[in-house]
């Protein structure tokens, strides 16, 4: 499930002039995107041109949200899409994003580890049948948007398949508060990128059909920005930069989450991940000694 959020605007600072792209470059590209409808939120502008669009988890905890998006592909108006329906894991909103550390499957979480790394090998080997050399693929990016686990888990996926595999890797340029300084950590492995207009018409119509099938996990305010931003990634196995001293000058779609909330709401916000964290750790330590 996804946080509310304000209009992700672009937020222009400095070109980085190594290489010019244009929307040409994506004709029949490959998307992966972890939940339906991360593909319209992040990637409207290439998605009518994209020949796969691969969506990787699908059944939820949320039982109306499952039965929802089974529904929803059925009769999907995109005929370039394949849903994985891996199920999702307990990790979302367990991480600490002012300390992240990356692990071999993602980012570390505050709770269902197996469940988080069972489902890192699964994607491992799904999309894997999906992605060819010479192919141009776009996901989700280091820092998953506004910062959700499973956004991450799916860039960790299929930068590990570039490792065997010759395809050019672009990732969103979308960015929240929340995690900001994790972006700026990432800034290393990030290369050249492009603007493009985002496709609204597009957006309003799946936008309605996930409502329909009660499966829109966004803001129902939200309004598409006038463009879009993709990096192509240059090295997957980068250093991350350390946070310090003057913020790098990059553009990116801003995503405000938590810098609007009031004090007391963001403090409670930590105070009941905190809360969930300690619940689970401690329901898995009394499982243990049964």
Not at 62 to 88: C, H, M, T, W, Y
Request: hydrophobic residues 40%; glycine residues 6%.
């Amino acid at each position: 499930m996804h946080p509310v959020s304000k209009a992700g605007r672009v937020t222009a600072l400095k070109r980085r002039p190594d290489a010019m792209f244009n929307s040409s470059d994506f004709h029949q590209c490959v998307i992966i995107m972890a939940h339906p409808d991360d593909e319209i939120l992040w990637a409207s502008s290439i998605l009518a041109a994209a020949k796969k669009v691969i969506l990787c988890y699908g059944d939820t905890a949320d039982a109306a949200v499952s039965r929802g998006r089974a529904a929803l592909l059925k009769d999907f108006p995109l005929q370039s899409v394949i849903s994985l329906n891996i199920r999702e894991s307990r990790s979302f909103l367990t991480t600490d994003w002012d300390r992240p550390v990356e692990t071999p499957h993602g980012i570390q979480c505050g709770r269902d580890h197996e469940g988080y790394a069972r489902n890192f090998d699964l994607l491992a080997a799904a999309i894997a049948a999906h992605v060819h050399d010479g192919d141009v693929v776009v996901t989700h990016n280091p820092w998953g948007e506004y910062g959700h686990e499973e956004h991450v888990q799916v860039y960790r996926a299929v930068s590990a398949l570039k490792k065997k595999c010759d395809f050019r890797l672009f990732v969103t340029g979308y960015v929240s508060d929340r995690v900001l300084s994790f972006m700026e950590m990432n800034m290393p492995r990030l290369g050249a990128f492009v603007a493009l207009p985002t496709d609204k018409t597009l957006a309003e119509t799946l936008k309605l059909h996930y409502q329909t099938h009660d499966s829109w996990t966004w803001d129902d305010g939200y309004q598409w920005p006038e463009q879009e931003l993709f990096y192509e990634i240059r090295s997957v196995d980068a250093a991350l930069r350390p946070v310090r001293g003057t913020m790098a000058s990059l553009p990116v779609n801003m995503l405000w989450i938590d810098g609007h909330l009031p004090l007391w709401h963001r403090l409670l916000r930590r105070a009941k991940r905190s809360a969930v964290v300690a619940l689970d750790t401690l329901s898995r330590r009394m499982r243990g000694r049964r």
